[in-house]
T-cell receptor, first 114, second 117 residues
Framework: NAGVTQTPKFQVLKTGQSMTLQCAQDMNHNSMYWYRQDPGMGLRLIYYSASEGTTDKGEVPNGYNVSRLNKREFSLRLESAAPSQTSVYFC?????????????FGNGTRLTVT | AQKVTQVQTEISVVEKEDVTLDCVYETRDTTYYLFWYKQPPSGELVFLIRRNSFDEQNEISGRYSWNFQKSTSSFNFTITASQVVDSAVYFCALSEALFTSNGKLTFGQGTILTVHP
């Protein structure tokens, strides 16, 4: 059981380049989330998808777009990367209707924008 | 809006010492959920424990214990007889009621724990 799978694990971009971070889960979860982790800031929510067909902004959505492709997949796109987007990105998922259940995280994508 | 504050940014202890990581939260909901996650040097996020706002019982799991006190809005984590393998970043997190949060977690900034041999 793979859980939450993120690709790629590492990426270096130049300012202005675009890329898509991929996330897939095989746990039949309804809700999926994208977080970024920066030193001293904890994890901050970028976007989330409470259920298939819906997406909503989180705390720090500027500069990002998302697509909930199907129930399994939730991608994060950077249209024009900026150095401020250098971070570690985590995808997570959970059952929507059980708020007591924990988030299951992928292993993260370390992105550097030069 | 909800907020989670982890009191210590960094803690350094010697192996076998006990250590407590403090977490204070703010929420307007009467129904909410609290979590602790561990992030070892390898980088993955490992779920440790969850608590809902109606259950104030302390919990012990091996060397780990958690003290939840609604009166002080705190959910503290203690490691007894710490080991080098406990070295990690620990995150406290809060989720409000489902209809307001859609399952979103608000994280504290993390506490870096270093256990020296």
């Amino acid at each position: 059981n793979a859980g939450v799978t993120q690709t790629p694990k590492f990426q270096v971009l130049k300012t202005g380049q675009s890329m898509t971070l991929q996330c897939a889960q095989d746990m039949n979860h309804n809700s999926m989330y994208w977080y970024r982790q920066d030193p001293g800031m904890g994890l901050r929510l970028i976007y989330y998808s409470a259920s298939e067909g819906t997406t909503d902004k989180g705390e720090v959505p500027n500069g990002y777009n998302v697509s909930r492709l199907n129930k399994r997949e939730f991608s994060l796109r950077l249209e024009s990367a900026a150095p401020s987007q250098t971070s570690v990105y985590f995808c997570a998922s959970k059952y929507r209707d059980d708020n007591n259940s924990p988030l299951h995280f992928g292993n993260g994508t370390r992105l550097t924008v030069t | 809006a909800q907020k989670v504050t982890q009191v210590q940014t960094e803690i350094s202890v010697v192996e076998k010492e006990d250590v407590t990581l403090d977490c204070v939260y703010e929420t307007r909901d009467t129904t909410y959920y609290l979590f602790w996650y561990k992030q070892p040097p390898s980088g993955e996020l490992v779920f440790l424990i969850r608590r809902n706002s109606f259950d104030e019982q302390n919990e012990i799991s091996g060397r780990y214990s958690w003290n939840f006190q609604k009166s002080t809005s705190s959910f503290n984590f203690t490691i007894t007889a710490s080991q080098v393998v406990d070295s990690a970043v620990y995150f406290c997190a809060l989720s409000e009621a489902l209809f307001t949060s859609n399952g979103k977690l608000t994280f504290g900034q993390g506490t870096i724990l270093t256990v020296h041999p």
